[in-house]
Structures are given as C-alpha cells and as structure tokens.
C-alpha cells in the first residue's frame, strides 16, 4: 500500500489477515515525495502496489498535470520492474472541505482512469464506494479528509480481488 496519511492510517494487516501487507502510506506525502521513494519500492520487490497519492499536492496547490505526471511515471516504473500497479483514484474530500478540490480531484481521476485504460494499468475508483455528488460521505471521515473504521472496511472489499493471493493448487 503507497500513499500519504489516508494510505497510512489503515490497519491493512488487520483488514487482510491472510496476506503479507506493507503499509508505505507517509502522512503529508504528495506525489513527488513517493517518486523519491520509489526505488525503495521497487526493490522490496511487491508483487502489487496499491497507489493512491495526490490530496496533498492540491492542498499545496500543486499543477494537477504534474500530479497526474507523478502518478503515470510511478505507475509505470513499477510496471517495468514486473510489479502490477494498481492506480486507486484519489478520494474526494467532504464538501464542508471545498468544492474546487473536489473539481480538481476529479478531473485528476478522470485522466488517470483514461490513461491507466490507454495503457493497460488497473486503475479502481474508491468514490464509488466512498462518495456521492462528488464529495467524500461524512459517514466515512471524521474531518472531512481522513477515514474512519467503516471506510477503511469498505475500501477493503473494493480491493480485496488486487490483494489476495489466488488459491493455490489442490
């Protein structure tokens, strides 16, 4: 799991049991802080990396090109090193946070989801589960940014096919 504090703050050992998880979740990351911590990934050598990275970088005002950049370079660079990346959109805040973030959010995710098909990625929107009318259920946070129990359960059953292992032979 790669990401900034809403990757960091999920127990992920305790919603996967099963599995061998890794929690790089940084709080306060922002896309450019991953891509100087990504050889660290790659050579942990993952067999999946569940990214979700970018609510930092529109907090600091950060181009939503040079994020959506960030992102695709990252993808890809996993990718070339035969570990499946898979692009998580990024979450929409609670409107009480701001409707232009919301804006920005979602035209990074309409880009990432585009270019994550163009290129084969797997890309998994999280909104679907998390958020209506574009913005982050209140039921889900509680600040308007950051997840709760119940969301971090949610999230888990939107994923769990890209985390568990399939079953080996009989």
Known sequence: MLGDSITAQGEWAEL??????????LSGDTSAGLLNRLDDVVGRKPRVVLLMIGIN???RDIPLELVAAHIQFIASRLAENGILP???STLYVSNGIGKEINGRIKALNSL???WC????IIYVD??????VNEALLSRFSYDGLHLNGEAYVVWREVIKDYVQRPPLGP
């Open 117 to 120: 098909t163009e290129k084969g």
């Open 112 to 114: 990432l989801r585009a």
């Open 86 to 88: 898979v692009v998580q």
């Open 126 to 131: 999280l909104n679907n589960a998390l958020s």
């Open 57 to 59: 970088d529109f907090l």
């Open 16 to 25: 996967f049991p099963e599995e061998k998880i890794l929690n790089l979740g």
